[in-house]
């Protein structure tokens, strides 16, 4: 008998081993799949017959192959020509949708074809049938967020602010305000611009980081991000680093929760702020990102789409090790995690309340868009999965790259399809694969979608930006996250004394906890806000308003003993999140009562890690 090849008997036995992990993992083994048969494979192969090109689906059969939760459906608001490799986009406060495309998706940054475009529905049937081009000749546009009649916008290494004037559709606005952003990956570089409760502008850095100043000040010591998050305030351009530093999707819950994801790693929760942790210098704190999926990082997925032919022959080489790699998934070439992108929270009012608060992360290698379930476990939450042995949203189309979504002003939800034919960053592809594949194919394409409930009605389109100061505040305590999100950025670039007392009496009386909450922050945006209102605050019947009361109470307690005695007292709140916020900001408090506080807490939770945390982060100089 002729010996067997050592090459296949290597193949074989790898084979054997993936597949019993496979097994071990699941529980059963994988279906057949091209990549499980054990075979040989040469890089002197030409593999040009096992890599066909796929096709795309036109707009308008498209709907047909999308697979959705019961109750809901998708339609276009917006596709090409009108829009292309949409990354992010921003609603302003009139419903206009600025939108980022980033054309020059995945070698082509140099060539400058990405670009802003500004899209409007003219006729109020909430699709969009006009678009301008604010500005052209980006590089790699990652990010944005509306600001003044503007936006700002990520085009790493830089952060530019653009504004139409004179209404002609075009910018003759334009400004660098921030550099510094690394270019090192085309799929790590700035992303997720979002306003925060504190009037300051957040975004996510993503792997690859950077040193941060503001443009016009190269003298500037540079802020450090590199695995952090940043913020920036939109008038004098003061920058910090935050917590966070995951890859690509950044966003906040109702009451300032901050989540992001990444590749592998599909949902985590950001447990602290560094500024914390930051005054004990001998404390070795664990990342602020916490994995939360009960399901696990990498979770298993059920995409409709058939594995495309380049993902086979690839893991199949990776598994015989003859491209360097990971192997993931045991062996297998999909049904996994492995392009986690877009974390978003679901904050409108067009569905289903079960629905508010349920996280949302696209995968743009499984074509799907995948829900979770958040659930309190201590200070922790657990994102558990909400549609068994299926996804939320899934399409048989390989092109469907569903990478970001955003809240609507009409209370949907919608989602930015970049759709392109191959979205892997081309660094993990071998040169023996990617020779065959053509990775602009759908620079020309782009879609986005409207996920809404059956028997949804189109309400009119808003109108915050010619609202009252008075109908402004009132919009704080909105049910639509969106609209209290812009009304509260409103109000802060109106800076109107008006607002005042209007805010004061809804942070006081509101029936809306979330409204009060957004009425105190609005307060302190416009430097406006007092001892009695942050008193109010911390009295309030709802914890998240006690909690948001607490941080807001920092820099007022070196000299308000009122505010330092409700502090101690809240040491002992029922609410577990209000005592972890306690125990961090005790940590601005001088004076014994605020160890006394701490060990008061301590006592009650001292099997949570997490609070272990915020009460050593406090054992500074400062309490």
């Not at 279906?31 to 002197?44: F, G, N, T, Y």
Request: net charge negative; with cysteine.
């Amino acid at each position: 008998m002729t010996p067997l090849p050592e090459s296949f008997l290597r193949t074989s036995l790898l084979w054997v081993t993936a597949t019993f992990a496979v097994a071990m993992s699941t529980g059963h083994l994988p279906a057949a799949d091209p990549v499980e048969r054990p075979r040989v494979d040469s890089l002197d192969v030409d593999y040009a017959d096992q890599l066909p090109r796929i096709a795309p689906t036109e707009v308008a059969d498209a709907p047909a192959t999308f697979q959705i939760h019961e109750g809901f459906h998708v339609e276009p608001v917006a596709a090409e020509p009108l829009v292309a490799d949409p990354v992010a986009a921003a609603f302003d406060e009139n419903g206009r949708l600025f939108v980022v495309e980033m054309c020059g998706y995945s070698e082509e940054r140099d060539e400058r074809r990405s670009r802003v475009r500004v899209l409007e529905d003219r006729d109020g049937d909430g699709r969009y049938n006009h678009a301008d081009v604010l500005v052209d000749g980006l590089l790699w546009p990652t990010a944005i967020a509306c600001y003044r009649g503007g936006v700002f916008v990520a085009d790493a290494p830089d952060l530019y602010y653009f504004k139409d004037t004179d209404g002609d559709g075009k910018a003759d606005e334009s400004r660098k305000v921030i550099t510094g952003f690394s270019t090192s990956n085309v799929q790590g570089l700035v992303n997720s611009l979002h306003w925060g409760l504190d009037g300051w502008i957040h975004g996510a850095t993503s792997t690859a980081g950077g040193q941060l100043r503001a443009a016009d000040d190269p003298d500037a010591t540079p802020v450090d991000v590199r695995g952090r998050d940043f913020a920036f305030h939109p008038e004098t351009f003061e920058i910090r680093a935050t917590s966070g530093g995951a890859q690509h999707g950044m966003s906040f819950d109702d009451w300032g929760r901050k989540f992001c994801s990444s590749n592998s790693d599909h949902i985590q929760l950001v447990m602290y702020e560094d500024r914390y942790v930051a005054r004990n210098p001998h404390l070795a704190a664990p990342s602020p990102r916490l994995s939360i999926a009960a399901d696990g990082p990498q979770a298993e997925v059920f995409r409709i789409s058939p594995t495309e032919p380049w993902r086979v022959v690839r893991t199949r080489l990776r598994v015989q090790q003859l491209v360097p790699g990971p192997v993931e998934g045991g062996g297998r070439a999909a049904g996994y995690f492995t392009g986690a992108t877009g974390v978003t929270i679901y904050r409108g009012n067009a569905w289903p309340d079960e629905y508010r608060g349920n996280a949302f992360i696209g995968d743009v290698g499984s074509n799907i868009v995948h829900r979770k379930v958040l659930e309190p476990s201590g200070v922790e939450l657990v994102a558990r999965r909400a549609e068994d042995g299926r996804e939320f949203l899934a399409s048989s189309d390989n092109w469907f790259r569903p990478c970001q979504f955003l809240n609507a002003p009409d209370g949907t939800l919608c989602v930015l399809d970049v759709y392109r034919e191959v979205i892997e960053h081309p660094a993990s592809l071998p040169p023996i694969i990617k020779q065959h594949l053509d990775l602009t194919s759908g620079r020309d394409r782009g879609r986005i979608w409207r996920v809404a409930p059956d028997g949804f009605t189109q309400p009119a389109p808003p109108r915050l930006g010619e609202m009252s100061t008075n109908e402004l505040v009132a919009a704080l305590a909105h049910r639509n996250g969106w609209h209290r999100d812009t009304a509260l950025r409103l109000l802060a670039e109106r800076h109107d004394d008006a607002a005042v007392q209007p805010l004061r009496s809804l942070a006081a009386q509101s029936d809306s906890p979330l409204g009060q909450m957004y009425a105190v922050h609005a307060l302190a945006n416009q430097s406006a806000l007092t001892v009695d209102d942050v008193l109010v605050a911390l009295r309030d019947k709802h914890p998240g308003v006690r909690r948001h009361g607490v941080v807001l109470a920092e820099p007022m307690l070196e000299h308000s003993s009122e505010l330092r005695g409700r502090l101690c007292e809240l040491a002992s709140d029922d609410d577990p999140l209000v005592r972890y916020q306690v125990a961090f900001s005790l940590g601005e408090m001088p004076g014994d009562a605020a160890y006394r506080a701490l060990a008061t807490i301590a006592r009650r939770d001292a099997a949570d890690r997490w609070v272990r945390l915020a009460v050593m982060s406090s054992l500074s100089t400062g309490a």
